[in-house]
Structure formats: structure tokens, C-alpha cells
């Protein structure tokens, strides 16, 4: 079975400072990673994903994410907040690169402050 | 714009109604996706058609059905409905089974 634990339910930066929102996967098969963003009243965007063939993913709007295996991680990350930021962030673990059967963290808010 | 349309955008009902949310996927993807999302449950996948057919069921009750007919559009059935059901219903879709989806905007469900 496969499971994703998002550490934080409400993350709070200032603009301009490192984005750090934390995801722990378990998964029996070699997993494939999303991270999704939903914007207010928005349906979900695809960040990025990992598909087994790097461990360092690179997504839209600045955002990268690190697959770790010995640490069942893949922590999303920017260098620089913006407001336009924030958002609920959601990690997501699959056996495929579809959405079928996508198992989805409890999703984390991002606050950006001023 | 990712291309998915759903329809409603919100439906407000009654507990016991039946209601059918409608969703159109990207031109030319063949696969259909549908998942709830809720305070209680968070995201979970409810089931999934490719060309028609059922290829997987996720967390879906009983009184909840749904189809993809032969232009590819997908209806999702809610019957009996209860205050539990609240929620926004999402649809995505993708070219096949194993290749990037794309979520609509979802249609926010209150059963009152």
C-alpha cells in the first residue's frame, strides 16, 4: 500500500525567503512523486514529478523537489518566496506517471508574508 | 485552463436527492478520472474510464456511479445523497492511463 505524509499543515514565510514543504512517501513499488499546487477555488496544477529518472526535479514557477530514498522523501523547495506562492501544496505518490490511484498527502498551506 | 470542464461549478441539494456532475476532458484523451476532495478525507480517488470502460475503483460508495460515454465526456451519479457528501468533486483527464493528467476546476457539492 502506499501513503504520503506531508509534515505541517500550515506552512508561514516571508517573501523572499526559502520555501521548505516537507512530504515522507511509503510506497512497496518504486513510486512515482507529484507535487500538485490549488490555488483558491482553483482545481489542482501540476508542480513537477519524478519519474525514476533523476533525483532532482525541476518544476514550474521556480520549485524543485529532491527524491531521497534512503530517507522516503521528496521535499519540495524555492530559493525565493513570492506572494503569488501561496497556495495548498499537495504531495501525491503513484505506481504510474496517470492519475490513477493517485494516494495524495493532507495537503500543506503555504502563507507568504509581506 | 487546463482544458477539462466541469459543470456545475457549485450544487446546492437536499439529503436523499440524486444529482449528476459532468465532466468534458482535453480533446483527445481517452482517460477519465474522478476524485473528492473533503475536509474530512482530504483528496481520494473515486474511479477511473479509459474508452469507455471502468479500469479502476478508488474509495467509492455504493450509491455513487459513474460512466463515460462514447464522445469521452464522464458523468458521475450521487444518489441518496447525505451531509457526508459534501465536498468538490474533481475530474481529470489524460491521453492515456500512464501519462500526465490534468485536473478541472472541480464542482463544489453541498447537500443541506
Known amino acids: 500500500a502506499q501513503s504520503v505524509t506531508q509534515l505541517g499543515s500550515h506552512v508561514s514565510v516571508s517573501e523572499g525567503a526559502l520555501v521548505l514543504l516537507r512530504c515522507n512517501y511509503s510506497?512497496?513499488?518504486?513510486?512515482?512523486l507529484f507535487w500538485y499546487v490549488q490555488y483558491p477555488n482553483q482545481g489542482l496544477q501540476l508542480l513537477l514529478k519524478?519519474?525514476?529518472?533523476?533525483?532532482l526535479v525541476k518544476g514550474i514557477n521556480g520549485f524543485e523537489a529532491e527524491f531521497k530514498k534512503s530517507e522516503t522523501s521528496f521535499h519540495l523547495t524555492k530559493p525565493s518566496a513570492h506572494m503569488s506562492d501561496a497556495a495548498e501544496y499537495f504531495c501525491?505518490?503513484?505506481?504510474?506517471?496517470?492519475?490513477?490511484?493517485?494516494?495524495f498527502g493532507q495537503g500543506t498551506r503555504l502563507t507568504i508574508n509581506p | 485552463d487546463s482544458g477539462v470542464t466541469q459543470t456545475p461549478k457549485h450544487l446546492i441539494t437536499a439529503t436523499g436527492q440524486r444529482v449528476t456532475l459532468r465532466c468534458s476532458p482535453r480533446?483527445?484523451?481517452?482517460?477519465v478520472y474522478w476524485y473528492q476532495q473533503s475536509l474530512d478525507q482530504g483528496l481520494q480517488f473515486l474511479i477511473h474510464?479509459?474508452?469507455?470502460?471502468?479500469?479502476a475503483k478508488g474509495n467509492i460508495l455504493e450509491r455513487f456511479s459513474a460512466q463515460q460515454f462514447p464522445d469521452l465526456h464522464s458523468e458521475l451519479n450521487l444518489s441518496s445523497l447525505e451531509l457526508g457528501d459534501s465536498a468538490l468533486y474533481f475530474c481529470?483527464?489524460?491521453?492515456?492511463?500512464?501519462?500526465?493528467?490534468?485536473f478541472g476546476q472541480g464542482t463544489r457539492l453541498t447537500v443541506v
Open positions: 481529470a483527464s489524460s491521453a492515456r492511463s500512464n501519462t500526465e493528467a490534468f
Open positions: 510506497s512497496s513499488v518504486p513510486p512515482y
Open positions: 519524478y519519474t525514476s529518472a533523476a533525483t
Open positions: 501525491a505518490v503513484s505506481y504510474n506517471q496517470g492519475a490513477q490511484k493517485l494516494v
Open positions: 480533446s483527445g484523451d481517452l482517460s
Open positions: 474510464y479509459y474508452n469507455g470502460e471502468e479500469r
